[in-house]
């Protein structure tokens, strides 16, 4: 675990980005291309299927979201079994545009980022300080407690990555940050 900018840190986990971006690519066409979803969960409740992912909601009547929705994606959900990974998303920043800078005020400080398809032109904001996330098989902890943003400068290339909170990131955090 390094520490890459103040409130962004980095675990090698040896994940295949190729394999990811593979298995999520017929989601990415079914609800980016076609509905123009930007971010959508691939997680969900027992009571929903595939067929009914949705732009990112909280919670479904306060279940909270841990089913994998992506049946065709062994390799993702057994990533997010293997970590604890919860209310997963699939997440787009399209070129030459960000997000806003903002905090995210939650019980869980710390969101999990696993980037699956990014290019040099991506850059994370954290406390007006940048870094970046390559697709680089890690996964990126990001302290949302902290002013962030994430801004993609390139002229034509997408930004994917899988975003969630994960059980226990808290203890790993204490421990590995120290």
Known sequence: MEEII?????????LNNFKLYAEMMPYIEQKYEQE???AFCIQGTERFD?????????SI?????TEPLCKNAPYA????????????RLMNRPPRTCYDY???????????????????SVFVVV????????????????????????LNGHKTEDRWHIVAKMHGVHQWMEQWCK
Not at 6 to 14: H, Y
Not at 133 to 140: A, N, S, V
């Open 50 to 58: 595939e067929t009914q992912i949705a732009e990112t909601p909280k």
């Open 36 to 38: 123009r979803c930007r």
């Open 127 to 150: 406390d007006g300080v940048a870094g970046q996330m390559p697709d680089d098989g890690c996964i990126y902890f990001l302290d949302t407690y902290r002013y962030h943003t994430v």
């Open 6 to 14: 103040k409130g962004m840190w980095r675990f090698d986990a040896g």
């Open 102 to 120: 903002h905090t995210d005020p939650s019980v869980n400080r710390w969101a999990v980022h696993i980037p699956i398809l990014t290019n040099d």
């Open 61 to 65: 009547e306060g279940e909270s979201l």
């Open 77 to 88: 959900n057994q990533i997010i079994e293997q970590y604890g990974l919860f209310h997963t």
